[in-house]
């Protein structure tokens, strides 16, 4: 009797279904692996020290989808987007257009500039 005599299988068993059973599960394990992700943030969001409150709870406002060069010209450095007050309860909001459900970047910025035309500020 050597070290591996316990753990050799029986005469009787056939080996077949346990590398079968093994095959399933390692098929399993893989493929549960290949299609969970996790969304990670596309940019840093700075934590601001503001109390978010808003003025309204009603507004009236048009999106313009913009490129980068359309939002420094109406927003100005190093912004994705921006809201600007016309006049008469209406705002303009200017950003770019996400690319789908889950461009979390496009839909960050669009739900903040919300929050600034329902009249929330910030630092």
């Known amino acids: 009797m ?3 005599t316990p753990f050799r ?3 009787n068993v056939s080996a077949a279904p346990v ?3 093994i095959a399933a599960m390692i098929t399993i394990t893989l493929t549960g692996c290949a299609v969970m ?3 990670q943030p596309q940019y840093y969001i700075k934590p601001m020290s503001a109390a978010l409150e808003t003025t309204t709870n009603e507004a009236k406002f048009t ?3 913009s490129n980068q060069s359309e939002l420094l010209q109406y927003c100005g450095k190093n912004v994705r987007g ?3 007050n016309m006049g008469g309860g209406f705002w ?3 950003t770019r257009k ?3 459900w889950q461009d979390i970047t496009a839909m960050v910025v669009i739900g903040h500039e919300v929050m600034h035309v329902l009249g929330a500020t910030h630092e």
Do not use: G, H, L
């Open 37 to 39: 992700e996790t969304p």
């Open 9 to 11: 299988r029986a005469s």
């Open 82 to 84: 921006c809201v600007k």
């Open 19 to 21: 590398s079968a059973s």
């Open 2 to 4: 050597n070290f591996f």
């Open 98 to 100: 996400p690319t789908d």
């Open 92 to 94: 303009v909001m200017y």
């Open 63 to 65: 999106v313009i989808w």
